[in-house]
């Protein structure tokens, strides 16, 4: 499909989406998340794809949502835009591909939320990340008062919101935001490294881990080790486990081909 404002190429099981929006900091309008969604839909119905990897176009990952659509919302116009951001980021949780986040750049209100929507994120040394919303008489409005209390804890993630603050690649790292940060130069390319890596494994084993790790998060423990039991049984259904622990004991590299 032919899209305007994002990039799509794919490769050996990788797939590269792209906000590209660099005039205006790749901020988020209406139409760039309905152009997610709809390629996000595709790739995670393509058996050719093992893994999305979501980075920006330009300086900037995403600079958040597109301020001068915003401007002159009302209400119900905001109520509708931000359900269009949650549906978006929802489904990114429900996919059953991994999407990982290569954050190149400003990653600042709705492209924090976008970021951390993802199934982790990485980012380049000079990335920036940050909820400005409160200097815009605004709250996060994608997700944020809610994925980022549940990734960092509540009072990191209200001293982020009320501050309005920005932070460095290295803070968001040592926060849990990030899991590692790169030079700008070899960001996508490490990327791209460990979601090959990942792409190697099995689809329904990295598939089941992905849902039971996130059903799991939401509820009581013992009711996310039953997820995890379901699950777990669920992977001897297939090849794939007779597969992996045949290739261990015979000393090769397994082969899965669950799709
Ligand atoms: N929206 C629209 N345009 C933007 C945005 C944005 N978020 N960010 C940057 N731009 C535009 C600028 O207006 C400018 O356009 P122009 O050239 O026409 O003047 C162009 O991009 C380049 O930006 P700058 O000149 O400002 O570039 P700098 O390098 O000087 O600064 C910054 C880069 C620091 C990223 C700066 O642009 C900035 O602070 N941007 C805004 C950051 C921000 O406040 N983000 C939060 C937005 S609100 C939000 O995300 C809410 C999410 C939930 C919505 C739910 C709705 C219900």
Known sequence: MNYKNILVEQAEGIALVKVNRPQAMNALNQEVLLELFSAFKELDQDDKVGVVILSGEGKAFVAGADIKEMLSMNAIEARKFGE???????????MEKPIVAAVNGFALGGGMELALACDFIYAA?????????INLGIIPGFGGTQRLSRQIGRAQAKELIFTGGIMSAQE?????????VFPPETLLSEVKKVAALIASKGALSLRLAKSAIDTGYNVDLKSGCSIERES????????????????????RKPAFTSK
């Open 84 to 94: 269009t951001g949650h549906v978006l980021m929802n489904f990114m949780g429900q």
């Open 232 to 251: 777990f049984a669920l992977c001897f259904s297939h090849q794939d486990q007779k597969e992996g622990m045949s290739a261990f004991l015979e000393k």
């Open 172 to 180: 968001a790292k040592e926060i849990g935001i990030v899991n590692k």
């Open 125 to 133: 040394e000079n990335a920036k990340f940050g909820q400005p919303e």
